[in-house]
């Protein structure tokens, strides 16, 4: 289950799956065939979010690379800690976005402020 893609279509969720590929030819092992992968974007604003978050065990969190990432993210991520989503995510980003600043900040306000553990794959 991914949260924060701009979108639910198949454009959208390719984009995981395109980094899957990239962490896969990196070496990264756990990755295994990316394309055994089932990506499934949810809106944030599903009614269904508080029951997928007890039911399924992977989520993830889309951090685009632009100047606004920060913002969209943080308000994605308060809005799954109002309606009782889940409190782990994996940060799935484009490889441009390293670990120092803008994910490391984001992981950091995610846990201060809102409870929630992000775990950061960037190389």
Known sequence: MVLGLPGNGSRHTGRVTELFEYWADQGRGWVGNPHAWRVVALPVGSPHLPVLASEQ????????????????????????????????????????????????????AAASYLGIELLVLAR
């Open 57 to 108: 065990a992977r989520w993830a969190l889309w951090v685009d690379a632009d100047p606004e990432a920060f913002r969209r993210a943080y308000r994605v991520l308060k809005q799954v800690a109002e309606r009782g989503g889940p409190q782990r995510l994996v940060l799935v980003h484009p490889p441009s976005v390293g670990r120092q600043g803008l994910l490391s900040n984001l992981r950091h």
